[in-house]
């Protein structure tokens, strides 16, 4: 007899002693697929380090070939700026998403905050 449990975002298939685990997106997660975001906890990483400068990847969530898992697509804007301003670089990138995501954008590529 085939069961089925769901827990989160992993579903487990067992028949007697046979299990299969499947990782699938959290169904609460698809909403994002399309939509653009960035990595903020990566990029004040790379802030902290003592360069003079340090840049933001702007991207898209698409969902992997399975069809079951979400990934970041392709950049589409680069912000940088300098460390010092890192708060100020983080809400531009705040503002260029939600301007990507309501199809506002100008098409600019590469951005640098004063």
Same mark, same amino acid.
């Given at each position: 007899?085939?069961?089925?449990?769901? +827990?989160? /975002?992993?579903?487990?298939?067992?028949? *007697? @002693?046979?299990?299969?685990? !499947?990782? &699938?997106?959290?169904? #609460?997660?698809?909403?994002?697929?399309?939509?653009?975001?960035?990595?903020?906890?990566?990029?004040?990483?790379?802030?902290?380090?003592?360069?003079? +400068?340090? /840049?933001?990847?702007?991207?898209?969530? *698409? @969902?992997?070939?399975?069809? !079951?898992? &979400?990934?970041?697509? #392709?950049?589409?804007?680069?912000?940088?700026?300098?460390?010092?301003?890192?708060?100020?670089?983080?809400?531009?990138?705040?503002?260029?998403?939600?301007?990507?995501?309501?199809?506002?954008?100008?098409?600019?590529?590469?951005?640098?905050? !004063?």
């Amino acid at each position: 007899m085939l069961q089925t449990l769901v +827990s989160g /975002s992993t579903v487990l298939i067992y028949e *007697g @002693l046979n299990l299969k685990i !499947k990782t &699938m997106y959290n169904v #609460k997660d698809i909403q994002f697929v399309g939509k653009h975001d960035y990595d903020k906890e990566s990029a004040e990483r790379f802030a902290s380090w003592a360069g003079k +400068s340090f /840049s933001v990847n702007i991207f898209q969530w *698409g @969902l992997k070939s399975n069809g !079951k898992e &979400m990934k970041p697509l #392709k950049g589409l804007v680069r912000v940088s700026g300098s460390p010092s301003n890192k708060e100020k670089v983080f809400e531009f990138c705040e503002n260029v998403v939600k301007d990507l995501d309501a199809n506002l954008w100008d098409g600019r590529k590469s951005l640098t905050v !004063k």
